[in-house]
């Protein structure tokens, strides 16, 4: 066993954020159920199940870029940020 590799892989816990690598979004854990996570959006919204092999830590650039993303849109509907 290389001394890289953590003794157990990460697993999210339930309340987590994590960054979807696939769907390239950032969401909260809600459930997990044989090996999919339910992550929802943190802005509120459907949530969408993800592998677990798919998810990653979500860092401080990830949570400002959905930050962004998600003043963007209110703009674009013409909502007030």
Do not use: C, F, H
Not at 35 to 57: M, N
């Amino acid at each position: 066993m290389s001394t890289d590799e953590p003794a157990t892989p990460w697993q999210p816990q339930i309340g987590e954020t994590v960054r979807d690598t696939v769907g390239k979004r950032v969401g909260r854990v809600v459930d997990r159920t044989y090996g999919r996570y339910w992550l929802r959006p943190l802005g509120g919204g459907i949530e969408w199940d993800v592998p677990a092999a798919d998810l990653l830590p979500v860092t401080a650039a990830d949570l400002l870029s959905t930050a962004v993303a998600e003043a963007n849109e209110r703009s674009s509907n013409g909502a007030a940020t």
